[in-house]
């Protein structure tokens, strides 16, 4: 499944090492499958990251960044541009195509190096024609715990399996699966129920 990303420019209080506070606006890239998705987790991530301080949501668009590569060291967000050609069979013809990727690295030539490993799984040849540090500060990529997070508030219900009242224990003793009927039985019945004669 193909991951569509959405940037979000966000206005906040943001405090430094050293303790003193400043208004800053940072773009943040994030997982989210429509606007409105997009929205509620920008809010959320900006709730954990601000505690309890005021925050705005400037805007949030679509992205056209392809893929994200992350590592688990890198100062800064590299933002890559690549141009490849494909060959469309219909037409018959050469198409250019001009793709997004975002990595993750300490310096432009460990991103370069870092851009070519992930995508080594290209079969065709591609030209890394940009690549320069994103405004972007930080990624948040989908996590399939937060579609099962409750809202505030609210307490997951279990659901259990109700006793039937009527009979004792809740178990019905005559309860049964029907038996299968085959294509040929059922095909038998509806043509005996076709030709008996009306009264």
Not at 50 to 72: H, L, M, N, T, W
Not at 99 to 105: R, S
Not at 133 to 162: L, N, R
Request: hydrophobic share 35%; no cysteine.
């Amino acid at each position: 499944m193909m991951q569509t990303w959405f940037e979000s420019k966000v206005k906040y209080m943001k405090v430094s090492e050293s303790g003193s506070e400043t208004m800053v606006t940072e773009n943040f890239l994030l997982d989210a499958v429509s606007y409105t998705d997009a929205e509620t987790r920008i809010i959320r991530k900006m709730q954990e990251m601000v505690r309890g301080g005021e925050f705005s949501v400037v805007d949030i668009k679509k992205s056209r960044i392809a893929e994200v590569f992350p590592y688990e060291d890198g100062e800064w967000w590299f933002k890559a541009t690549i141009n490849l050609v494909t060959v469309d069979e219909e037409a018959g013809k050469e198409k250019k195509l001009r793709t997004y990727y975002l990595i993750m690295a300490d310096d432009i030539k460990e991103a370069l190096a870092r851009l070519d490993e992930s995508l080594g799984y290209l079969v065709i040849p591609y030209v890394t024609s940009a690549l320069a540090v994103s405004t972007i500060v930080d990624v948040f990529p989908y996590e399939p715990s937060e579609s099962i997070q409750a809202p505030e508030g609210f307490v997951p219900v279990e659901k259990e399996e109700k006793a039937n009242p009527i009979f004792t224990g809740g178990i019905n003793p005559f309860e049964e699966e029907p038996a299968e009927v085959s294509d040929n039985e059922s095909v038998e019945e509806t043509t005996e129920e076709e030709s008996t004669p009306e009264e």
